[in-house]
């Protein structure tokens, strides 16, 4: 990097940074992705290593033109192991190059992660999807509804519990203070309600919230406010997989962290996956950027990463560091509907109720990110529109990173770089596309 300060009239608020960790990943593939040509080159794709022009062209592109340190990929299909493309290094000033085990912070791609956690409950009968959130966590027995959320905190009483399924498909009428607006998110803020990290320093046009509480606090200060509207009405990105990994503590009987950790990650061997990056890993973990104008500026160096230090509690939305391996462990196993190899996460009942539509019926999701879509256990779910093909399920992440299975057609597809805010380049929106346009043969 130059020696003299970049330009940071870029607005870095924690709003623009964040917001786009639900709004990318689309999967929208080319034209006839689902037809007999797509399942000709798929059907080709299993029996050996495929090429991947477009996809290795663009992210060329975006490492020799500097607007990235890094990219990776990795595809696989069926059970099978992924092919990696990788290009740059995991910072601009360090000669390591990325590869399937460089670190990355996924941001929202943990709500997945998340969501089928709380399917293995759902499985085991600990959790129904119609549950009320108040049979675990008795302080939302009695919640509020705001009559004008962008004018005032004014609120009458909910009509509808708040259950386990409106947590998995952001339908609990819950914010998010990327997202939200007016006195809720000033609430939000002055109360912590901020699960999420990026950086240790302060940034330009960054609302510094409240430190955010432990989790049993955390819950009760949420609990404490009114929603944004009837629980099961309106899709509105949240905190509600944060919430609900806190559920998953209470009905398990495990914190969250260790929950994951013995019961999807150990058993499916995801051995790099953190909350808390050990000081032992940051050799391999990618350094984040924001681009301002020419200059890749450094907002979380690895070396100095706020991801080595101890969260206020497992952030079950936006909290986990992994590698391109790790992550598409948990692909395959969703594509092994609950199983990896030989090991059985949950049931394949589970797994494919997890995978599939569970909005609750008659929700609005007019004017949001996942209109025309499903929804399901904390990812988006292709219904066959022009926004998504049938059968896939996944998610994007804060800070470029998107990841998505695609149960028809039998793969699973994961991309990873580290610039916030995703949306200053297009890539999670032509990730999907450039994959399928690749199977398809161009």
């Known amino acids: 990097m130059p020696n003299s300060k970049p330009d940071l009239k870029l607005d870095l608020s924690r709003r623009n940074l964040l917001r786009s960790a639900g709004l990318m990943g689309l999967l929208v593939a080319a034209p006839g992705c689902a037809g007999a040509s797509a399942a000709t080159s798929l059907a080709s794709a299993k029996t050996g290593m495929l090429a991947f022009p477009l996809l290795t062209a663009e992210m060329q592109s ?245 991801y080595t230090e101890k969260p206020a509690f497992p952030f079950g939305g936006a909290g986990l560091v992994s590698s391109a391996r790790d992550y598409d462990r948990f692909l395959a196993m969703l594509l092994g509907k609950g199983a990896l190899g030989d090991t059985r996460i949950m049931s394949e009942r589970a797994a494919v109720l997890g995978m599939s539509n569970i909005l609750p019926e008659g929700a609005d999701l007019k004017g949001t990110w996942v209109e025309g879509q499903g929804f399901g256990a904390g990812g988006r779910v292709g219904l066959g529109t022009a926004n998504g093909p049938k059968g896939t399920f996944g998610w994007g992440g804060a800070a470029g990173t998107v990841a998505f299975v695609d149960n028809v057609r039998g793969f699973r597809a994961a991309g990873y770089t580290q610039y916030m805010p995703a949306d200053a380049y297009p890539f999670q929106q032509e990730f999907g596309q450039l994959v399928y346009r690749d199977l398809m043969g161009g």
């Open 62 to 306: 975006y490492v020799a033109e500097k607007k990235v340190s890094a990219m990776m990929a990795a595809i696989g299909f069926g059970a099978g192991d992924p092919q990696y493309i990788s290009e740059g290094t995991i910072a601009i000033d360090s000669a390591v190059p990325a590869d399937k085990d460089t670190l990355w912070r996924i941001y929202s791609m943990t709500k997945p992660v998340t969501g089928m956690a709380a399917m293995i409950l759902i499985d085991e009968g600990k959790l129904t999807l119609d549950m009320p959130v108040a049979e675990i966590l008795p302080e939302f027995a009695n919640m509020k509804v705001l009559t004008d959320p962008a004018k005032s905190l004014d609120a009458v009483p909910a009509k509808t519990q708040m259950t386990v399924r409106h947590l998995l498909t952001h339908t609990a009428g819950l914010g998010y203070n990327i997202i939200t607006k007016g006195p809720l998110l000033n609430e939000y803020n002055r109360l912590g309600i901020a699960p999420g990290v990026v950086s240790k320093q302060t940034l330009p046009g960054f609302p510094v919230p409240a430190p955010t509480p432990s989790i049993d606090e955390f819950s009760k200060r949420v609990a404490s406010l009114p929603l944004i509207a009837e629980p099961g009405s309106t899709w509105s990105y949240s905190i509600a997989l944060d919430l609900l990994g806190y559920v998953i503590q209470q009905a398990s009987g495990m914190e969250f962290g260790a929950f994951l950790q013995s019961r999807m990650f150990d058993p499916l061997g995801m051995t790099s996956t953190f909350f808390q990056v050990p000081e032992s890993e940051t050799s391999r973990f990618a350094t984040n950027y924001a681009p301002v104008g020419p200059v890749l500026f450094p907002i979380d160096p690895a070396s100095d990463s706020i």
